[in-house]
């Protein structure tokens, strides 16, 4: 077999389907091996799209994403997908081309070391050749897959395709090994004294389908619950214990619940997105993970293994009553202040229509941005995986790709994107890629005609709003934007008729949203 045969029969072997990029010359030999393979090439408008499509591919089928890009300005404009897949968790497997061996260190257009690039975005990163190609690729899959999942980086040098790979045998160590138990006897006594625990769940958890372990625990045991963005939709909105999105609108309130506990419990909770030192309180946390992560050494102490045994260990816990209706306190005071927002058409309503004429399986894509921090508080998921969003990487431009491969994925479930205006003019060029594969998506765009997050940023700096204006008038200022049609809704009731039509349409549709912000000011909290 040759190398791009070899390639391609080893990623169809463990499961991948597409790749998503945008192909150079010495992408060819490689496309037309993953074609004959079964392996689908998608074109995208811009390669970061391709990383966040491969990213979002490899959470919603569990199967390792696939992007490819050429050399140098196709290897950088990669590289923001790439990193997201890095601090959101997602296991992915850059393919770049890069020079060949005597070519690597001399001048030559569009040369760049994509080895030194990678590196810090990436789990690790290899350069192929047909002895190593066996290895390359089975330590690649795996070091993706091993906790914390992530991007690995492979570039193939452009004269390398047709060369025969080398089988070898494959001795390698075990890479991870799971830690013991650190601090199994201080943890069992502080649960079992614990009066006011609180739990704190994060994307681990989810990424671990500890959805049912927790529902379960929760009926049995009644003890409170905190969640960061990305574990949105592990606990239904409606159980008694849950109390709220951590940094995201409104979420100052959790403190009163926060103050009163006299335990903090992470479980699967990944500080990549709110570090604990940022809402904790001064009392013992332990904390369950799958690997040795960044947390506080004071007072914390940590259990790294399997997540099947973490419940078990909780056994014990038990939380008084007070500490559960404090949740349902705080729960029920957000949705009377969203309920009161009614002035004006504004982000909220919109929100809101959108929610009440969705079907519960619906998969939601955000974009990043203020509307990302009201969303992710008033959304209501119905499960985990059913909001998707980056939130340990935080790149604008995420959702519509996002939403792109969601629909890829998910066939038979409507898909929508929510964005902020300038997050989809970042990557508005991905509506031709859902045309060219008949790919349908409702994108929502919350069009308030700024960069409202910084805007916010600069009042509570009480800085004049400066450098955040995105135009006048309205955003797209036509009916079809790249042969996808734009509805413009300026009220609720065009908001709702534009929602259920847009669910019987055939095609993607833009729904262009003018809200007034002004409710972000009293949702989004300063972090
Ligand atoms: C790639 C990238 N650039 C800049 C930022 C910083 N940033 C975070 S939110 C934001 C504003 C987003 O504006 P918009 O998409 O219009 O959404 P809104 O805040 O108005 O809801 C910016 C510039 C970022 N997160 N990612």
Redesign the pocket.
């Known amino acids: 077999m040759t190398i791009a045969e070899y390639l391609a029969s080893r990623l169809r072997d463990h499961g991948v389907r597409r790749f998503f990029g945008i192909p150079g010359g010495p992408s060819i030999p490689y496309m037309e091996a993953f074609r004959k393979k079964g392996i689908e090439f998608i074109l995208t408008s811009h390669e970061s799209a391709a990383a966040v499509m491969a990213d979002v591919t490899a959470r919603l089928t569990g199967v390792t994403g696939v992007c490819h890009s050429t050399f140098g300005p196709g290897a950088t404009n990669l590289s923001?997908g790439v990193g997201g897949a890095l601090l959101d968790r997602s296991p992915l497997l850059a393919l770049t081309s890069e020079m060949p061996d005597e070519w690597l260190k001399r001048t030559a257009q569009m040369n760049i070391d994509h080895q030194a690039l990678y590196r810090p975005i990436t789990k690790s990163t290899f350069r192929l050749s047909e002895e190593n190609a066996a290895t390359v690729l089975s330590e690649a899959l795996e070091i993706a897959n091993a906790e914390y999942p992530g991007p690995v980086h492979i570039g193939l040098p452009s004269d390398i395709h047709g060369r025969t790979a080398v089988e070898t045998t494959i001795k390698r160590e075990k890479l991870t090994e799971a830690a013991a138990d650190l601090s199994s006897e201080k943890v069992r006594v502080l649960i079992a004294s614990s009066r006011r625990p609180l739990l704190a769940v994060g994307l681990t958890a989810v990424r671990h389908g500890l959805s049912e372990n927790l529902k379960t625990f929760l009926e049995t045991h009644s003890v409170p619950v905190v969640v960061t963005p990305m574990a949105k939709g592990i606990v239904p909105e409606d159980n008694p214990c849950y109390a709220g999105v951590l940094f995201h609108a409104m979420s100052g309130r959790l403190q009163k619940l926060v103050r009163e506990a006299d335990l903090i419990i992470g479980i699967g909770y990944d500080p990549v997105e709110y570090n604990y030192e940022s809402w904790m309180p001064d009392v013992p946390l332990v904390h369950f993970d799958t690997v040795m992560s960044d947390i506080p050494g004071r007072g914390s102490l940590r259990i790294v293994s399997p997540p099947e045994k973490w419940f078990g260990m909780l056994e014990p816990l038990r939380s008084s009553p007070g500490m559960v209706s404090l949740a349902g306190e705080i729960r029920s005071g957000m949705a009377v202040t969203l309920a009161g927002m009614t002035r004006g058409f504004g982000?909220v309503t919109a929100l809101r229509i959108l929610r009440e004429e969705l079907p519960a399986n619906a998969v939601v894509t955000s974009?990043?941005?203020?509307?990302?921090h009201l969303l992710g508080q008033m959304w209501d998921a119905s499960a985990p995986g059913k909001l998707v969003m980056t939130n340990g990487w935080?790149?604008?431009?995420f959702g519509l790709p996002a939403a792109i491969a969601a629909a890829m994925c998910c066939r038979d479930v409507p898909v929508v994107c929510i964005?902020?205006?300038?997050?989809?003019m970042?990557n508005a060029g991905e509506m031709m890629t859902a045309r060219r594969y008949g790919m349908k998506v409702i994108v929502v765009v919350?069009a308030?005609g700024?960069?409202?997050?910084?805007r916010l940023k600069q009042s509570w700096k009480a800085v004049d709003s400066y450098g955040v204006n995105?135009y006048s008038g309205t955003l797209f200022g036509s009916d079809r934007f790249l042969g996808v049609k734009v509805v413009h809704v300026r009220d609720a009731d065009k908001m709702r008729k534009a929602v259920s039509e847009a669910l019987l349409s055939d095609s993607s549709v833009i729904l262009e949203v003018a809200v007034d912000?002004a409710e972000?000011g009293d949702l989004v909290v300063r972090v």
């Open positions: 923001t982000p974009d990043v941005g203020s509307h990302l935080s790149s604008m431009g964005t902020g205006d300038g997050g989809m970042m919350l308030d700024e960069l409202n997050l910084i995105l912000p972000y």
